[in-house]
C-alpha cells in the first residue's frame, strides 16, 4: 500500500474504483469510537466491509477515507484484509463533511479509472455481487446507478407539530442504499462544481443535471446506525461464524446462507386461489388495491403459501396443512407473513437456514411487471435470503387462462446445519 496515498504502477489500466467512507463519528451508535472501528463479532465494521470488496472478480482500486487521527492505525487494518491485493488500497483522511471525506477519496484515484462507486462502510454486509451490478450499470448506461429498495412502511407526511398531512403514494419511494455508481470524469466535476451539501452522491450528481437510475438493492445491505441494528449485526455475523467453522476458507460465503457449506435440501410448494370479488387481492405480501382478491381460510396469498409449502418440504417439516390447518380459528384471514414468520421459526428451530427462494406466478391477472422488485424486496425482508418472482401465462388454457384464480409454484433451497454434504 503506497505510503502517500497515491496508487502505485500496480494500477495501471485498472478501470474500476471504490471509495470507501469511513470518516464518519458514529455519535448515535454511541460506542466510544468512530463507527467503522466498532467490533461486530470480533471484526471491525470497516474490515467486514471491506472483505466482500475484495472478493470481487474484478480488478478494483480500493481508497478509503478515515478520521485523520486512525489512518495509521486503518493503513494496517486495510493492508491486513486486502492481502496479496494490498498495493491495490489505500488510506486517506476524510474531511470536516462526508461530501469532503468523498472529495479526498476521488482526489487519488489512479489516471485510468473510468467507473468511481462510493460505498458506506456502515454497510458491512453488502455483498458482492451489488458492487458488481452497480458497476456494470454505470458501464452500461453512462450515467449514475444507486441501488434501492422499495418502501413497504405505509408512509405519512406531517407537519411541524405532528398532524399528518396526508399518505405518500409508496409504489414511487425507493430506500436508497450504496455502493452508488458514477463515471468517473462527471462526478469528479460535479464534486468540483457543488456549492451546497447533499444527502448523498446520487443527490450531487443528479444536482450537476446528470441522470440516476436506480437497480434492485439488498435487504442484508443494511446500515448500521443505532446500537439495534449493531445487535442486529452481531446475530448475523455470530450466525455465519459458527456455520463457517471447520470449513476451508474457500468455502465461505455470503453471511446470508448460514450454513452453505453444510448439507442442501431442496422443496416444492404449490399453491392455488380462485379470484373473489368479495375480498382485497393480496400476493407475495403486497396488497394490490382495487383488484378482485382470492378466496381462502386465510388472505388467500398463493405466493406466500407456496413459498411456505416450499421451505416446510426443503426442511422435511410436512406441509401448510399439516401445520396450519384450516380448522385452526388462529389462522383465519390471517395474512401470509403470518405463515412466512411461524414458518422460519419451524426451520431455525430445526437447524435448518433458508439458501434462496424461487417463485412462479402463473395467470392472468394480477400484471406483476411494475411490482415485482417491491414484492422480491418484501418476501426478502420476511424470508431473510434472497428470493426471485418471475411470472407467466397460459395462453388462455386451463382456469388460470380463463382468468378464474391464480397458481404459485415455489422452490426452496435450505442448509442443514452441523449435517455435512454427502461425500461423492
Not at 478501470?15 to 470507501?20: C, D, I, L, P, Q
Not at 401470509?336 to 411461524?342: K, N, Q, R, W, Y
Request: glycine share 12%.
Amino acid at each position: 500500500m503506497p505510503a502517500d496515498g497515491t496508487p502505485g504502477d500496480v494500477l495501471t489500466g485498472v478501470g474500476r474504483a471504490v471509495v470507501v467512507v469511513a470518516a464518519g463519528s458514529g455519535t448515535r451508535l454511541a460506542q466510544g469510537r468512530p463507527k467503522a472501528f466498532v467490533p461486530v463479532a470480533g471484526r471491525s465494521i470497516l474490515e467486514r466491509s471491506l472483505e466482500s470488496l475484495f472478493a470481487s472478480a474484478t480488478p478494483t482500486q480500493v481508497v478509503v477515507v478515515v478520521p485523520a487521527a486512525l489512518v495509521t492505525e486503518s493503513e494496517a487494518l486495510v493492508a491486513s484484509v486486502a492481502g496479496h491485493a494490498a498495493d491495490y488500497a489505500s488510506v486517506v483522511a476524510g474531511g470536516a463533511s462526508r461530501q469532503a471525506s468523498v472529495a479526498a477519496g476521488l482526489a487519488v484515484l489512479a489516471p485510468d479509472v473510468a467507473t468511481v462507486l462510493v460505498h458506506d462502510c456502515a454497510r458491512p454486509f453488502t455483498p458482492t455481487a451489488q458492487f458488481d451490478l452497480v458497476a456494470g450499470t454505470v458501464v452500461a448506461t453512462g450515467g449514475g446507478v444507486v441501488p434501492g429498495l422499495p418502501v413497504s412502511d405505509t408512509i405519512k407526511r406531517v407537519s411541524s407539530d405532528g398532524s399528518v398531512v396526508e399518505t405518500v403514494d409508496r409504489a414511487e419511494l425507493v430506500a436508497m442504499q450504496t455502493p452508488q455508481g458514477f463515471p468517473r470524469h462527471e462526478l469528479d466535476a460535479a464534486y468540483a462544481a457543488a456549492v451546497a451539501e447533499h444527502t448523498d452522491d446520487a443527490a450531487l450528481f443528479q444536482a450537476a443535471g446528470h441522470d440516476v437510475v436506480v437497480v434492485p438493492g439488498d435487504p442484508i445491505a443494511f446500515k448500521i446506525t443505532t446500537p439495534w441494528d449493531l445487535a442486529r449485526a452481531e446475530t448475523i455475523a455470530a450466525e455465519a461464524g459458527r456455520a463457517d467453522s471447520g470449513r476451508e476458507p474457500a468455502d465461505a460465503v455470503d453471511p446470508r446462507l448460514l450454513g452453505a457449506g453444510t448439507a442442501l435440501r431442496t422443496g416444492l410448494g404449490v399453491d392455488v386461489h380462485a379470484f373473489d370479488d368479495a375480498s382485497e387481492l393480496h400476493l407475495g405480501l403486497l396488497h394490490f388495491e382495487g383488484q378482485p382478491g382470492l378466496a381462502g381460510h386465510s388472505d388467500g396469498d398463493a405466493v406466500a403459501h407456496a413459498v411456505v409449502d416450499a421451505l416446510l418440504s426443503a426442511a422435511g417439516l410436512g406441509d401448510i396443512g399439516s401445520s396450519f390447518g384450516t380448522d385452526d380459528p388462529r389462522f383465519a384471514g390471517a395474512s401470509g407473513e403470518v405463515f412466512l414468520s411461524a414458518t422460519l421459526e419451524m426451520l431455525t428451530r430445526a437447524g435448518v437456514y433458508v439458501v434462496n427462494v424461487a417463485v412462479q406466478v402463473i395467470g392472468n391477472r394480477p400484471r406483476l411487471a411494475a411490482r415485482r422488485t417491491e414484492m422480491e424486496a418484501r418476501l426478502m425482508e420476511v424470508v431473510g435470503a434472497p428470493v426471485s418472482v418471475s411470472a407467466t401465462t397460459t395462453d388462455g388454457l386451463g382456469f388460470t387462462g380463463r382468468g378464474e384464480g391464480v397458481t404459485a409454484i415455489a422452490t426452496a433451497l435450505v442448509t442443514e446445519v452441523g449435517r455435512p454434504r454427502p461425500t461423492e
